[in-house]
Protein backbone atom coordinates (compact mmCIF):
# COMPACT_ATOMS: atom_id res chain seq x y z
CA UNK A 1 0.00 0.00 0.00
CA UNK A 2 1.60 3.10 -1.16
CA UNK A 3 0.39 6.68 -2.40
CA UNK A 4 2.27 8.41 -5.17
CA UNK A 5 3.08 12.11 -5.05
CA UNK A 6 3.09 14.69 -7.99
CA UNK A 7 3.01 18.04 -9.21
CA UNK A 8 6.19 19.34 -7.77
CA UNK A 9 8.47 21.46 -9.69
CA UNK A 10 10.74 24.67 -10.01
CA UNK A 11 9.04 27.81 -9.17
CA UNK A 12 9.98 31.49 -8.21
CA UNK A 13 9.40 32.78 -4.60
CA UNK A 14 6.03 33.83 -4.23
CA UNK A 15 4.59 31.22 -6.89
CA UNK A 16 1.85 28.55 -6.27
CA UNK A 17 1.74 24.83 -7.07
CA UNK A 18 -0.71 21.86 -6.24
CA UNK A 19 0.37 19.24 -5.44
CA UNK A 20 -1.43 15.42 -5.70
CA UNK A 21 -1.77 12.41 -3.90
CA UNK A 22 -2.76 9.09 -5.39
CA UNK A 23 -3.66 5.95 -4.03
CA UNK A 24 -4.18 3.33 -6.22
CA UNK A 25 -5.64 -0.40 -5.53
CA UNK A 26 -7.12 0.79 -2.18
CA UNK A 27 -9.45 3.40 -0.80
CA UNK A 28 -8.56 6.43 1.16
CA UNK A 29 -11.62 6.67 2.53
CA UNK A 30 -11.20 5.71 6.13
CA UNK A 31 -7.87 6.94 6.65
CA UNK A 32 -6.35 10.06 8.50
CA UNK A 33 -3.39 11.43 5.45
CA UNK A 34 -0.81 13.89 5.45
CA UNK A 35 2.05 15.59 3.71
CA UNK A 36 5.72 15.74 5.00
CA UNK A 37 8.33 16.72 3.38
CA UNK A 38 12.37 16.34 3.75
CA UNK A 39 14.58 19.17 2.65
CA UNK A 40 18.40 18.74 1.10
CA UNK A 41 20.59 17.98 5.17
CA UNK A 42 17.49 18.15 7.30
CA UNK A 43 14.87 16.16 9.17
CA UNK A 44 11.48 15.13 7.40
CA UNK A 45 8.74 17.58 8.98
CA UNK A 46 5.38 17.04 9.18
CA UNK A 47 3.22 19.57 6.69
CA UNK A 48 0.12 18.92 6.51
CA UNK A 49 -2.86 16.38 7.42
CA UNK A 50 -6.52 15.89 6.97
CA UNK A 51 -9.39 13.66 8.75
CA UNK A 52 -10.80 10.78 6.91
CA UNK A 53 -13.96 13.21 6.97
CA UNK A 54 -12.24 15.90 6.00
CA UNK A 55 -13.25 18.21 9.25
CA UNK A 56 -10.07 18.66 11.00
CA UNK A 57 -6.92 19.72 9.62
CA UNK A 58 -3.24 20.77 10.71
CA UNK A 59 -1.15 22.66 9.32
CA UNK A 60 2.86 22.95 10.29
CA UNK A 61 3.20 27.03 11.77
CA UNK A 62 5.92 26.98 8.81
CA UNK A 63 2.95 26.72 6.45
CA UNK A 64 -0.28 28.06 8.06
CA UNK A 65 -1.94 30.48 6.12
CA UNK A 66 -0.08 29.80 2.93
CA UNK A 67 -0.79 26.25 2.40
CA UNK A 68 -4.22 24.08 2.01
CA UNK A 69 -4.75 20.25 2.20
CA UNK A 70 -7.97 19.02 0.68
CA UNK A 71 -9.07 15.31 -0.32
CA UNK A 72 -11.41 13.94 -2.77
CA UNK A 73 -13.22 10.59 -1.34
CA UNK A 74 -14.89 10.17 -4.88
CA UNK A 75 -11.75 10.89 -6.79
CA UNK A 76 -9.61 8.84 -4.43
CA UNK A 77 -6.80 12.06 -3.97
CA UNK A 78 -5.11 14.25 -1.23
CA UNK A 79 -4.29 17.40 -2.49
CA UNK A 80 -2.02 20.40 -1.33
CA UNK A 81 -2.20 23.50 -2.59
CA UNK A 82 1.09 26.15 -1.76
CA UNK A 83 0.89 29.57 -1.89
CA UNK A 84 3.74 32.55 -1.33
CA UNK A 85 6.24 29.81 -1.55
CA UNK A 86 9.60 30.66 -0.34
CA UNK A 87 13.03 29.10 -0.39
CA UNK A 88 12.99 27.19 2.65
CA UNK A 89 10.13 25.30 1.57
CA UNK A 90 11.82 23.65 -1.38
CA UNK A 91 11.90 19.34 -0.34
CA UNK A 92 10.87 16.65 -1.36
CA UNK A 93 7.07 16.57 -0.71
CA UNK A 94 5.65 12.81 0.54
CA UNK A 95 2.16 11.88 1.36
CA UNK A 96 1.28 9.32 3.88
CA UNK A 97 -1.25 7.22 5.50
CA UNK A 98 -1.28 8.67 9.61
CA UNK A 99 0.45 5.89 11.46
CA UNK A 100 1.38 4.15 8.40
CA UNK A 101 5.49 5.41 6.99
CA UNK A 102 5.56 2.38 4.77
CA UNK A 103 2.38 3.92 2.90
CA UNK A 104 4.61 6.81 1.81
CA UNK A 105 5.94 6.22 -1.90
CA UNK A 106 7.98 8.39 -3.73
CA UNK A 107 7.73 11.93 -3.69
CA UNK A 108 7.52 14.71 -5.76
CA UNK A 109 10.53 17.40 -5.33
CA UNK A 110 9.94 21.36 -4.93
CA UNK A 111 12.27 24.01 -5.98
CA UNK A 112 11.82 27.26 -5.12
CA UNK A 113 14.22 29.45 -6.54
CA UNK A 114 14.75 32.41 -8.90
Known amino acids: VQLQASGGGLVQPGGSLRLSCAAS????????IGWFRQAPGKEREGVSC????????YYADSVKGRFTISRDNAKNTLCLQMNSLNPEDTAVYYC????????RGQGTLVTVSS
Open 25 to 32: GFSLLFYN
Open 50 to 57: ISSSGDST
Open 96 to 103: QIGGQPGS
